[in-house]
């Protein structure tokens, strides 16, 4: 089994910034990605970002240049830092991974229950 547990969202102000973490625990064998997702009300879940095997890293168009991903391999954490925050910014983050466990042989998905981002105008 693994969880992923998402922290760091609030209420913030136009152009101000939050940093969201996220760690996967459980019986971890490895974890080939990890990302962010977000759903505001009434909207589809929208990929964001993902740090991928080797490093490499993908955006969103809609966050390109103020959002930046990282990860922290040996503590099986992820962060989103997003700067210049604006009012569509506004939504639940979810964190993402595929993970290897000790008891399979293929990654599986998994994702957190979100944190909470709020952005005033």
């Known amino acids: 089994q693994v969880q992923l547990v998402e922290s760091g969202g609030g209420l913030v102000q136009a152009g101000g910034s939050l940093k969201l973490s996220c760690v996967a625990t459980?019986?971890?064998?490895?974890?080939?990605?990890m990302g962010w997702y977000r759903q505001a009300p009434g909207n589809q879940r929208e990929w964001v970002a993902h740090?991928?095997?080797?490093?490499?890293?993908k955006y969103a168009d809609s966050v390109k240049g103020r959002f930046t991903i990282s990860r922290d391999i040996a503590k099986n954490t992820v962060y989103l830092q997003m700067n210049g925050l604006r009012p569509e910014d506004t939504a639940v983050y979810l964190c993402?991974?595929?993970?290897?466990?000790?008891?399979?042989?293929?990654?599986?998905?998994?994702w957190g229950q979100g944190t909470q981002v709020t952005v005033s105008s």
């Open positions: 993402n991974a595929a993970v290897v466990t000790t008891t399979s042989m293929h990654p599986y998905e998994y």
């Open positions: 740090n991928l095997s080797g490093g490499r890293t």
């Open positions: 459980g019986n971890i064998n490895s974890i080939d990605s």
